[in-house]
């Protein structure tokens, strides 16, 4: 019995111990040991370029999406801002030359994806780190 009282406690110890690693190694809720307390993202750095919608190249079919854009600071998002009618036309003129088939499933989401960021990098550099579709439908 005297035995049992010991092996209790340092069971409970090694448990706890072991998951303050593990949640500190792969990301795990509950524990935050070291430099993870004080490290801070600064998520208020998205510059919303409203809605599109438009026709597609195909007849008959359009496109309408809500996208936003995650700057890398604040002077970029206030540049991107001020500059977004620029952007808007040159996103309009994207989709504009994109047939449905092209735009369809996961894949054509994360190649206009990738697209939309290209035009944006060519009219301001560095300053998008991601493009984000809150809306995305395809008639």
């Given amino acids: 019995m005297r035995r ?3 092996v209790v406690p340092i069971v409970i ?3 706890a111990v072991g998951y303050a690693v593990a949640a500190k190694a792969w990301g795990l809720p509950g524990v935050q040991l070291g430099a993870g307390r004080d490290k801070q993202v600064d998520t208020g ?3 919303s370029l409203g809605q599109f919608i438009t026709n597609l190249k195909d007849s008959g079919r359009y496109i309408r999406i809500t996208l936003d854009l995650q700057a890398m600071d604040k002077q970029s998002q206030e540049e991107l801002a001020a500059r977004s009618s ?3 036309t040159d996103i309009y003129a994207l989709l504009r030359s994109k047939h449905y088939e092209e735009l369809v499933g996961e894949e054509g989401l994360r190649n206009l994806q990738k697209a939309v960021l290209e035009r944006i ?3 301001c550099p560095g300053m998008v780190r991601a493009v984000f579709f809150t ?3 395809i008639q």
């Fill in 121 to 123: 990098e060519n009219k």
């Fill in 4 to 6: 049992w009282i010991w």
């Fill in 135 to 137: 809306e995305f439908i």
């Fill in 13 to 15: 110890a090694s448990l």
């Fill in 86 to 88: 620029e952007l808007k």
């Fill in 45 to 47: 750095l998205v510059c």
